[in-house]
């Protein structure tokens, strides 16, 4: 296995918006990320990734882009850009960028002449259709974000693709003007220093050529089949690979939604020249009651098993990535731990350990590493986000569903959850904005903030430090290969890791009770790398108590 920067790497996500407010206008912008550099530092983390920065109207927080080349005006200018990119820098600190190339705004130039009529030069950029002929859409595919994939529009009497909102119009990827302009744009920007792409939905820039209706699953057809993983998007990845990637030392992610391990296997192989490494959604997107909205949790076999099989079938072949969450799920110790006060903590730093032991990359989404939590949402005029607004208004507004059904399910998996602003102290907005922030602060910000956890050598904060020093210090946690041990347990996911002569024993308790754990005979005696309570772990049998965490290792 190659050994390259980015893998061993820990990467930080930060989603600007809610990170620090620098001037009191009440949304998160770039020099509030230049002013917590050292607070980054100071945890540990290599590389920051941010959520889109670009210039936008915002109808899906930055992920619509009206110009590639220059800076949302909340954010503040390409001077603050720079200045963020050169401080970051100097602190040894690398910065990945959104790359949202699958669509772009409405609002972008290519689509304002791409509408203007049929025949304009830049008609090609998008997928332009005629509708049926009783003037209904091209076919039935439903959008991400509710409503119909087609948007009809006048001034051509056409209708226009859309995966996402009416206002994310999907561009041709089969045009080449489309792709070397991207590519050009890329490299405008590794020219300007930066340290790589998370690109998003990556996986839908291809659509194949005949588009009929999808199978139905609630009011719209799926358009999975004819979208995702589409006919030539490796043959693009690599273009874009030959084009620009190979010619920088950088690091890329591609955001793929539907992706198998095979699948992963092309775009992030050891031996292929497309992308770094994926990010695969299976262990937070089950089955949901209604479309992705749900209350329940997955069994923890089906997380091991799902987790485990992404361990071993891309070892020594293609690269992890590690997550729990990220600005589109909620948050994870309120969905994957226990976020009740007595528990937050231990359960939090179980799922840090849980994670960072694997094999692969792992990101943080910021406010994890202070155990921030879902918020209590009060009613569906708190919602910001235009996923959770549209999906309100179109499974419980229409009255296919009662309120007191959906309401749990919506609050539970809300994008928003992820996006209240990061809590940094105790005084006023948690000490985000000196003004009203865009978007309601979750009220445990009096407990739950940054300054009290760097305080306390015993919060999530400094377990977080720790595991990532630890990183740093043993090689096994980025290459050792993984094995599962206890498959069928409900109660204990534990594995081992193993490099040359070297061994670590990785066990968590998944549950808020107390669970008994046979320590294998080669560990018994062995010390303790890590464990988030006091515990000794010398003898044979252990109880753990509930969300307890440790590792030990053997050499
Ligand atoms: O997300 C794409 C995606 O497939 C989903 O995760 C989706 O956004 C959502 O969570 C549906 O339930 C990416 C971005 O991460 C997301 O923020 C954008 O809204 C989306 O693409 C469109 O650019
Ligand atoms: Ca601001």
């Known amino acids: 296995m190659n050994k390259t920067w980015w893998k061993e790497a820990v990467i930080y996500q930060i989603y600007p918006r809610s990170f620090m407010d620098s001037n009191g206008d009440g949304i998160g912008d770039l020099k509030g990320v230049t002013d917590r550099l050292d607070y980054l530092k100071y945890l540990g983390i290599d590389v920051i990734w941010m959520s889109p920065v670009y210039k936008s109207p915002n109808d899906d927080n930055g992920y619509d882009i009206s110009d590639?080349?220059?800076?949302?005006?909340?954010?503040?200018?390409?001077?603050?850009?720079?200045?963020?990119?050169?401080?970051?820098?100097?602190?040894?600190?690398?910065?990945?960028?959104?790359?949202?190339?699958?669509?772009?705004?409405?609002?972008?130039?290519?689509?304002?002449?791409?509408?203007?009529?049929?025949?304009n030069e830049y008609r090609d950029y998008y997928i332009w259709r005629e509708g049926k002929a009783d003037g209904t859409p091209p076919n039935n595919w439903g959008s991400c974000f509710g409503g119909s994939a087609w948007e009809y529009d006048e001034t051509t009497d056409m209708y226009y693709l859309h995966l996402f909102s009416r206002k994310q119009p999907d561009?041709?990827?089969?045009?080449?003007?489309?792709?070397?302009?991207?590519f050009n744009m890329m490299t405008w920007w590794c020219e300007k220093g930066i340290d790589g792409f998370r690109m998003d939905v990556i996986s839908m820039i291809s659509k194949t050529a005949e588009m009929p209706d999808g199978k139905v699953n609630g009011l719209y057809g799926d358009y999975g089949p004819y979208c995702v993983h589409g006919p030539n998007v490796h043959k693009y990845l690599q273009e874009m690979n030959e084009k620009v990637l190979s010619k920088y030392d950088i690091m890329t992610v591609g955001e793929t939604a539907g992706v198998t391990t095979e699948l992963a296997k092309q775009y992030a192989g050891e031996d292929t020249n497309e992308l770094n490494m994926v990010f695969q959604f299976e262990h937070v997107e089950g089955d949901g009651k209604y479309g992705k909205w749900t209350d329940e949790q997955l069994p923890l076999t089906r997380l091991k098993s799902t987790l485990s099989r992404w361990q071993t079938e891309l070892y020594g072949k293609a690269w992890n990535s590690l997550f729990w969450n990220n600005h589109d799920q909620p948050r994870a110790v309120s969905r994957f731990g226990d976020d009740r006060p007595q528990y937050r903590e231990v359960s939090a730093k179980m799922l840090a350990t849980c994670l960072h032991m694997m094999q692969g990359s792992p990101y943080i989404y910021q406010g994890e590493e202070l155990g921030m939590t879902n918020y209590p949402f009060h009613g569906p005029e708190e919602f910001r986000d235009i996923e959770s607004i549209n999906a309100y208004k179109e499974w419980c507004e229409s009255g296919r569903v009662p309120h007191e059904t959906f309401w749990p399910c919506i609050t539970f998996k809300s994008r928003d959850n992820a996006r209240t602003p990061m809590q940094w102290d105790d005084?006023?907005?948690?000490?985000?904005?000196?003004?009203?922030?865009?978007?309601?602060?979750?009220?445990?910000?009096?407990?739950?903030?940054?300054?009290?956890?760097?305080?306390?050598?015993?919060?999530?904060?400094?377990?977080?430090?720790?595991?990532?020093?630890?990183?740093?210090?043993?090689?096994?946690?980025?290459?050792?290969?993984?094995?599962?041990?206890?498959?069928?347990?409900?109660?204990?996911?534990?594995?081992?890791?193993?490099?040359?002569?070297?061994?670590?024993?990785?066990?968590?308790?998944?549950?808020?009770?107390?669970?008994?754990?046979?320590?294998?005979?080669?560990?018994?005696?062995?010390?303790?790398?890590?464990?988030?309570?006091?515990?000794?772990?010398?003898?044979?049998?252990?109880?753990?108590?509930?969300?307890?965490?440790?590792?030990?290792?053997k050499k």
Not at 108 to 117: A, M, N, P, R, V
Not at 171 to 182: A, K, Q, T, Y
């Open 68 to 119: 590639y080349q220059d800076i949302m005006e909340e954010f503040g200018t390409m001077a603050d850009f720079d200045e963020l990119l050169a401080k970051a820098h100097e602190k040894g600190i690398k910065i990945v960028m959104d790359l949202v190339v699958n669509h772009t705004s409405d609002e972008h130039q290519w689509f304002i002449k791409s509408k203007s009529s049929k025949n």
């Open 171 to 182: 561009l041709n990827w089969d045009n080449p003007e489309v792709r070397s302009n991207v």
């Open 427 to 553: 005084s006023a907005q948690a000490g985000f904005t000196t003004g009203t922030p865009w978007i309601a602060v979750n009220p445990n910000y009096r407990e739950i903030n940054a300054k009290a956890e760097t305080a306390d050598p015993a919060s999530v904060f400094h377990y977080y430090k720790k595991l990532i020093a630890l990183r740093k210090q043993n090689p096994i946690m980025v290459y050792g290969n993984y094995e599962l041990l206890l498959e069928d347990s409900e109660e204990l996911f534990a594995y081992t890791r193993t490099l040359e002569q070297e061994k670590l024993l990785v066990v968590c308790n998944f549950t808020d009770k107390k669970t008994v754990f046979t320590i294998p005979a080669e560990f018994v005696g062995m010390p303790c790398l890590i464990s988030n309570l006091d515990n000794r772990y010398d003898k044979q049998d252990i109880a753990l108590e509930p969300y307890e965490a440790f590792v030990l290792r």
